[in-house]
């Protein structure tokens, strides 16, 4: 029996992690189905990000590189990767997705400090508004480190802490 979890799974767990962002759902002139399917659109970057992000930052026990991409009825592109995640897999990647979400408006935020002088941002935007998102991000960041640190150094299935086996490189007769 082939084994499998749909991108629909961590895009959700995504979603109820900025339910309460409306300006993310809610777009000016479209419906509820066309911003669905935009907010879904989006998502679905911030998965495969995710996905790039995993790999190049630990060793998984499985290949998260290993999904089938598909196109739903609407034209959006969707996917499936070819083995179950485990719920703790699942939470890692909304958790990254979440900090690729931040990242969009990090990078923003730099250039609009960059386009100004600071006398013109205390007039746009003051600077404690800026420190409280930039410490949010910060923190968004960290828990997403610790998370990948924390999966990269279990089993994924049991979730028992992994192992070294010394005897690979060192002789273990003192020989």
């Known amino acids: 029996m082939l084994m499998s979890t749909s991108f629909t799974v961590p895009i959700q767990a995504f979603f109820r992690r900025v339910e309460n962002d409306k300006s993310f759902f809610n777009y000016y002139n479209i419906d509820v189905t066309e ?11 911030y998965l495969i990000e995710s996905i790039s992000q995993i790999v190049m930052n630990c060793s998984p026990d499985v290949d998260f590189t290993n999904y089938t991409v598909s196109t739903d009825t609407n034209g959006n592109d969707t996917g499936t990767f070819n083995f179950d995640l ?3 897999e699942i939470n890692l990647l909304a958790q ?5 979400y931040f990242n969009r408006d990090f990078v923003k935020l730099r250039a609009f400090r960059l386009q100004f002088s600071p006398s013109d ?12 998102f930039i410490d949010m991000y910060n923190k968004v960041k960290s828990e997403s480190q610790s998370m990948l640190d ?9 979730n028992k802490l992994k192992s070294i086996d010394y005897s ?5 007769n003192g020989d």
């Not at 690979?168 to 273990?172: G, H, L, R, T």
């Open 86 to 88: 485990t719920n703790n």
């Open 168 to 172: 690979k490189y060192f002789d273990v």
């Open 150 to 158: 924390n999966y990269a150094s279990r089993d994924r299935l049991t």
């Open 35 to 45: 911003a669905m399917a935009l907010a879904s659109e989006r998502a679905y970057g």
């Open 96 to 100: 990254l997705m979440y900090e690729r």
């Open 121 to 132: 941002l205390n007039v746009f935007s003051p600077a404690n508004e800026r420190r409280t």
